[in-house]
């Protein structure tokens, strides 16, 4: 991080309705579905306590109850609820109503769905190391199609050598796939009204300004958005051990 110190906050985003989990999802919020004896969501706030993360918002509204009782039973990255449960506010819309929480240095943003095996070096230590505010407004976490497990799109980024990245073009594919998990200055977020809105409007603006940057990931990515994605994803984990 150019001399400056890892961010010690994150964003998990945890509070949506998980349709394509179904039948799952009807009894049970999707960041508590459990793959491999642990909950969906607990991967992703194991690593970020591991990168010395301190604290996490973590917003709710499917079976609310649900999460706020199973987060409780955490200590470390320390838990912040942000209640969404009046309005689902999505990706960007939750972030810009945690701001208060966040504060004003540089945070993770992670997506309570998708968790990731480490291979050589520290995913989140790593990302952190690339990020550089004077030229990013964000920095993705990048895996290629060979590192994804249970993913099955077209790719969501291309990618130059220094990381600058921009939209798939229509009728194209890329290797490249956002891991979902981003390291973000608040300022772009300070101003805005609380209101429903995709990351992607952010992601688009940094894009126009070429301020959003790619870092390649390490090891294995894991997107578990379907029953069959479980066994999916148990299955590399076994193989990985």
Do not use: C
Not at 5 to 23: E, F, H, I, S, W
Not at 146 to 155: E, F, H, I, K, P
Not at 164 to 187: C, F, H, K, N, Q
Not at 190 to 208: Q, Y
């Amino acid at each position: 991080m150019n001399g400056e110190a890892a961010p010690k906050k994150a964003m998990v985003l945890a509070a949506g309705l998980g349709t394509r989990m179904r039948p799952i999802t009807d009894r049970m919020p999707k960041p508590l579905v459990p793959v491999a004896g642990r909950a969906l969501i607990d991967w992703g706030l194991d690593s970020l306590a591991s990168a010395g993360v301190e604290e996490a918002v973590v917003n709710v509204h499917h079976h609310a109850d649900q999460m706020i009782a199973h987060l409780a039973g955490r200590k470390y990255p320390r838990i912040v609820i942000s209640d969404e449960r009046a309005q689902l506010l999505d990706s960007a819309g939750a972030i810009i109503r945690a701001l208060p929480q966040i504060g004003s240095d540089p945070f993770f943003i992670l997506n309570a769905d998708t968790f990731w095996i480490e291979g050589a070096t520290a995913n989140l230590t790593h990302l952190a190391a690339q990020w550089d505010p004077a030229r990013m407004d964000f920095l993705l976490m990048i895996a290629v199609m060979s590192q994804a497990v249970g993913y099955g799109g077209r790719g969501d980024f291309v990618m130059d050598k220094e990381g600058l990245l921009a939209r798939v073009p229509e009728l194209t594919m890329s290797p490249y796939v956002y891991a979902g998990v981003a390291i973000a200055d608040p300022r772009l977020f300070e101003g805005e009204a609380v209101h429903p809105v995709s990351l992607n409007r952010f992601f688009d603006r940094a894009i126009a300004e070429g301020r959003l940057y790619g870092a390649r990931m390490d090891g294995l990515w894991l997107t578990v958005g379907t029953p069959e994605a479980i066994g999916e994803a148990e299955h590399a984990i076994a193989a990985a051990r």
